[in-house]
């Protein structure tokens, strides 16, 4: 996991601390909810939670409720008996006209040596995948199939490197390497609509953010819920699951470490 080592914050600047997270998506919705396309409204990132374990011994954390959305998240933790860290986000509309949102898990890591990506091979996007926030100077991309898409974090010395890919794929898991080992990020695919729609194709369930500034270099991990309209005393909730896996092989490149990722990927 990737967590700041910055200390104090200005007064209206993002508390980006780190970790795990919860927003609402699309963000171009942002400035007509919220009045602010950046940063995220601290009510669900940047100020405490009010955190409890609960009789099944998982731990707790809720929300205040945002202004503009009129809803708080709250997110549960637990170990599961496979060893899996599963985290439910609930959203609960307190409150105000309804909303169609849809829940947004983002995960910032330290940058891995390679990140994975699953690629639907009907997509209708160009190479199967689709530049959210194309890289502006050499492309992060190291290998791609039909069905598989390998990225490199990239770091900037004196400007960011960033870039920004989503995939429009029923698998809902997205895999990045450190020394060996692989993380996964899983959730259940669910129908309906998908945020970040590029024109003439389908929205995305999994996106991967690289930030390569100097300063706070890390990648994001994303997975999305499809659009949910939430009415005054809904409550939606979208569970992501994370794994570590073993490889047998350090080397992101071999054809066998592929395999292997692509496998996992898909449930096999």
């Not at 898990?105 to 990506?117: G, Y």
């Not at 870039?163 to 429009?168: F, R, T």
Request: aromatic letters at 10%; one cysteine or more; hydrophobic letters at 40%.
């Amino acid at each position: 996991m990737w967590n700041s080592s910055q200390k104090s914050y200005g007064k209206n600047e993002w508390k980006n601390w780190g970790g795990d997270k919860t927003w609402s998506a699309p963000q171009l919705w942002w400035p007509a909810i919220a009045q602010r396309n950046w940063p995220p409204d601290p009510a669900w990132d940047g100020n405490s939670h009010r955190a409890k374990i609960l009789p099944n011994n998982h731990l707790q954390m809720t929300s205040e409720v945002a202004k503009g959305f009129s809803a708080r998240v709250v997110r549960e933790f637990w170990f599961e008996q496979n060893g899996d860290f599963a985290i439910a986000q609930t959203v609960e509309k307190v409150k105000g006209e309804p909303l169609l949102l849809s829940i947004w898990n983002v995960t910032q890591i330290e940058p891995p040596d390679a990140m994975f990506v699953p690629l639907n091979f009907q997509s209708v996007y160009k190479n199967n995948f689709h530049w959210l926030v194309p890289p502006k100077n050499e492309s992060p991309i190291v290998q791609i199939t039909p069905t598989l898409l390998q990225l490199r974090p990239s770091v900037g010395v004196s400007a960011k490197k960033i870039y920004k890919v989503g995939a429009d794929i029923p698998v809902v898991a997205v895999a990045t390497v450190k020394d060996g080992v692989a993380m996964m990020e899983k959730a259940t695919c669910q129908d309906g609509e998908y945020p970040d729609v590029a024109v003439g194709g389908a929205g995305f369930p999994v996106e991967v953010y690289n930030n390569g500034d100097a300063k706070e270099n890390y990648a994001e991990l994303e997975l999305l819920s499809p659009l949910h309209l939430f009415k005054q005393g809904d409550r939606y909730q979208y569970t992501v699951r994370w794994s570590l896996h073993q490889l047998l092989s350090s080397d992101v490149n071999a054809m066998a470490t592929r395999d292997a990722i692509e496998k996992l990927l898909k449930g096999k």
